[in-house]
């Protein structure tokens, strides 16, 4: 089942924060989030296993609460290099080893201006 | 380091016709290998991963097909293509906990 991924869309100043949610109705195992830019193929950012982690990179931080199977990517300070799409891909619990696959969400368009 | 490569970057089919893509991967052995679709502004769809030559898993049933002939190339197949095959179709291995790598994908577009 796919993750739903919310907002849809958002739009930011530079340097203003956004938060972008993802929440799965399967037991996880793990959060992956991926940014990409119009035309191009998406770019992984980081990857949260279960275990409540949080993760960063640059200005970019996620959390995942596996009781709520849900994650949380957030934007700090934006920059123009962040406008994109982001997907949230999730995998289930018991698909490790040979059976690792993601399934991702429909994605939040991110546009930063200016 | 671990590579990707796709191609074609473009093509354009016309109904019926077939369809050939390739993907190979240099920098490590036995990856897991994913064929994903994207329609225009739309998300991505799992239609084939494998874990080893000759073995393909299906997610989606139509008229592509996959293949694993050595351990680093993946090819995805159709025999004739339909309108509704047209999209972005995306390459990507696993490398553990560093998340997929996709290749730079195939726009497909059949007329």
């Known amino acids: 089942q796919q993750p739903v991924q919310s907002p849809q869309a958002v739009i930011l100043r530079e340097g203003e924060d956004a938060v972008i949610n993802c929440s799965s109705s399967k037991a996880l195992y793990s959060v992956h989030w991926y940014r990409q830019k119009h035309g191009e193929a998406p770019v992984f950012l980081m990857i949260l296993l279960k275990g409540g982690e949080q993760k960063g990179h640059e200005k970019i931080s996620a959390s995942f609460n596996e009781k709520k199977q849900q994650s949380s990517l957030y934007l700090t300070a934006s920059q123009l290099s962040y406008s994109g799409t982001y997907f949230c891909?999730?995998?289930?619990?018991?698909?490790?080893?040979?059976?690792?696959?993601?399934?991702f969400g429909k994605g939040t368009l991110l546009t930063v201006n200016p | 380091s671990q590579t990707i490569h796709q191609w074609p970057a473009t093509l354009v089919q016309p109904v019926g016709s077939p369809l050939s893509l390739e993907c190979t991967v240099e920098?490590?052995?036995?990856?897991?290998l994913y064929w994903y679709r994207q329609a225009a502004g739309r998300g991505l769809q799992l239609l084939f991963y494998?874990?080893?030559?000759?073995?393909i898993s299906s997610e989606v049933p139509q008229n592509l097909s996959a293949s694993r002939p050595q351990d680093r190339q993946f090819i995805l197949s159709s025999k004739k293509l339909l309108l509704s095959d047209s999209g972005f179709y995306l390459c990507?291995?696993?490398?553990?906990?560093?998340?997929?790598?996709f290749g730079s994908g195939t726009r497909l577009t059949v007329v």
């Open positions: 990507a291995f696993l490398w553990r906990y560093h998340g997929y790598t």
């Open positions: 494998s874990v080893g030559i000759g073995q």
């Open positions: 920098g490590t052995s036995n990856p897991n």
């Open positions: 891909g999730t995998v289930k619990m018991g698909s490790g080893g040979s059976n690792y696959k993601l399934t």
